[in-house]
């Protein structure tokens, strides 16, 4: 009986542990694992999704890299960005008056630089100062310039509008005082001529160096004042002598140093005849004008006068001359020029043939005492 009762206990327990494994969801073998009731009952379509939205790693990194790189700059932009100098040119006066200085623009660099070598186009011909007969009604002005290693080129400063400068305190006078007009019909009639100053000669300006056959007109040596029209054209008598005369008329035996000038200019004003005398002891030389640069003029040994006119003198010129032979070529002597202007000897190099310097004055006088030049052609260039 005992014996039946153990083997009765045995069976159920061999059977309940038999059952309690197959219904184990963690038991690959058991009918209750979980993989095998998600597999049938309820599917998972891990392939389909994926198929449906495909996100591939290439694709996502590709992305954020081009949202990464429109966020912020590149490095190349910033780097040429911070990198470009520029140079600025500022404060130009808008007008100048002819004769008048033009202030000097101010320049600077983005960097912090001082500019430097710096190269202007479009100013007045030798520098800043406008000529009182310059022709030009404007200047437009650039510059070129270093700013550390970097050459700006072309940077504009601005236009400069060239105009008269206002009429003097004595101009003003003389055309007030032409302009005075009679209140009233009843006041004298000479109350209008007593406002007029009555004409005046200048004081004497005869220059140092005068041409032997020269137009005296151009030796502008004397002038009347407050003339308003009242005055004729002036005369000259050179020397004492009876007659007037228009030239210098020196002889080839008077040039020289040391040569006693008179000379008395008269003029009519208003029916009264004025004179006045000037004289100085001068040196007389032959005669040559420039009147046109690079045009050649052909000077003696010897001595002449050099006049330069108002223009080439204006522009801050050379002068130069080649030495020639009595054939007008080149001087073989020694294969050099050299010559005196205005007690200032010139001279080239030796094998150069052209000597050149700077123009002092509109008259000079030129000098050269070498037997073996034939002549000598000049410029003003």
């Given at each position: 009986?005992?014996?039946r009762?153990?083997?009765?206990?045995?069976?159920?327990?061999?059977?309940?542990?038999?059952?309690?494994?197959?219904?184990?969801?963690?038991?690959?073998?058991?009918?209750?694992?979980?993989?095998?009731?998600?597999?049938s009952?309820?599917?998972?379509?891990?392939?389909?999704?994926?198929?449906?939205?495909?996100?591939?790693?290439?694709?996502?990194?590709?992305?954020s890299?081009a949202?990464?790189?429109?966020?912020?700059?590149?490095?190349?932009?910033?780097s040429?960005s911070?990198?470009?100098?520029t140079?600025?040119?500022?404060?130009?006066?808008?007008?100048?008056?002819?004769?008048?200085?033009?202030?000097?623009?101010?320049?600077?660099?983005?960097?912090?630089?001082?500019?430097?070598?710096?190269?202007?186009?479009?100013?007045p011909?030798?520098?800043?100062?406008?000529?009182?007969?310059?022709?030009?009604?404007?200047?437009t002005?650039?510059?070129?310039a270093?700013?550390?290693?970097?050459?700006?080129?072309?940077?504009?400063?601005?236009?400069?509008?060239?105009v008269?400068?206002?009429?003097?305190?004595?101009?003003?006078?003389?055309?007030?005082?032409?302009?005075?007009v009679?209140?009233?019909?009843?006041?004298?009639?000479?109350?209008?001529?007593?406002?007029?100053?009555?004409?005046?000669?200048?004081?004497?300006?005869?220059?140092?160096?005068v041409?032997?056959?020269?137009?005296?007109?151009?030796l502008?040596?004397?002038?009347?004042?407050?003339?308003?029209?009242?005055?004729?054209?002036?005369?000259?008598?050179?020397?004492?002598?009876?007659?007037?005369?228009?030239?210098?008329?020196?002889?080839?035996?008077?040039i020289?140093?040391?040569?006693?000038?008179?000379?008395?200019?008269?003029?009519?004003?208003?029916g009264?005849?004025?004179?006045?005398?000037c004289?100085?002891?001068?040196?007389v030389?032959?005669?040559?004008?420039?009147?046109e640069?690079?045009?050649?003029?052909i000077?003696?040994?010897?001595?002449?006068?050099?006049?330069?006119?108002?223009?080439?003198?204006?522009?801050?010129?050379?002068?130069?001359?080649?030495?020639?032979?009595?054939?007008?070529?080149?001087?073989?002597?020694?294969?050099?020029t050299?010559?005196?202007?205005?007690?200032?000897?010139?001279?080239?190099?030796?094998?150069?043939?052209?000597?050149?310097?700077?123009?002092?004055?509109n008259?000079?006088?030129f000098e050269?005492?070498?037997?073996?030049?034939?002549?000598?052609r000049?410029?003003?260039?």
């Amino acid at each position: 009986m005992v014996l039946r009762f153990f083997l009765f206990a045995g069976a159920f327990l061999f059977l309940s542990c038999n059952t309690a494994e197959r219904n184990n969801p963690d038991d690959p073998e058991s009918s209750n694992y979980v993989g095998n009731r998600l597999s049938s009952s309820s599917p998972v379509k891990h392939s389909s999704s994926s198929e449906e939205a495909p996100l591939s790693s290439t694709t996502l990194s590709s992305s954020s890299l081009a949202q990464s790189s429109s966020s912020k700059p590149s490095s190349s932009s910033v780097s040429s960005s911070s990198l470009e100098i520029t140079l600025t040119c500022s404060n130009l006066p808008s007008s100048v008056e002819k004769g008048g200085t033009i202030a000097t623009p101010t320049l600077a660099c983005s960097n912090g630089d001082t500019p430097s070598d710096e190269t202007w186009t479009g100013r007045p011909v030798g520098g800043w100062v406008v000529s009182a007969n310059t022709q030009s009604k404007s200047y437009t002005i650039s510059v070129s310039a270093y700013c550390g290693s970097v050459r700006q080129t072309g940077v504009r400063c601005g236009t400069v509008e060239v105009v008269a400068p206002p009429p003097s305190s004595s101009s003003l006078a003389q055309s007030s005082s032409s302009a005075v007009v009679p209140l009233s019909s009843s006041m004298p009639s000479s109350s209008s001529s007593e406002a007029l100053p009555e004409p005046a000669w200048s004081e004497c300006n005869i220059p140092q160096y005068v041409g032997r056959n020269e137009p005296i007109d151009n030796l502008k040596f004397i002038s009347i004042g407050n003339n308003n029209g009242r005055c004729g054209a002036i005369t000259y008598k050179l020397n004492g002598t009876g007659s007037n005369v228009t030239t210098l008329n020196y002889t080839s035996n008077q040039i020289g140093t040391n040569q006693t000038l008179n000379i008395t200019a008269s003029t009519a004003c208003s029916g009264t005849t004025l004179t006045k005398s000037c004289s100085k002891q001068v040196t007389v030389a032959d005669y040559a004008k420039f009147t046109e640069a690079g045009a050649d003029v052909i000077l003696k040994p010897g001595k002449t006068v050099v006049e330069v006119g108002g223009v080439l003198l204006s522009k801050n010129m050379l002068f130069g001359c080649q030495a020639r032979d009595a054939s007008d070529s080149p001087n073989p002597f020694e294969g050099k020029t050299s010559f005196i202007l205005d007690g200032k000897t010139v001279s080239t190099t030796d094998n150069q043939w052209w000597a050149g310097t700077a123009i002092t004055s509109n008259r000079m006088l030129f000098e050269s005492n070498n037997a073996n030049v034939g002549s000598y052609r000049c410029q003003i260039d």
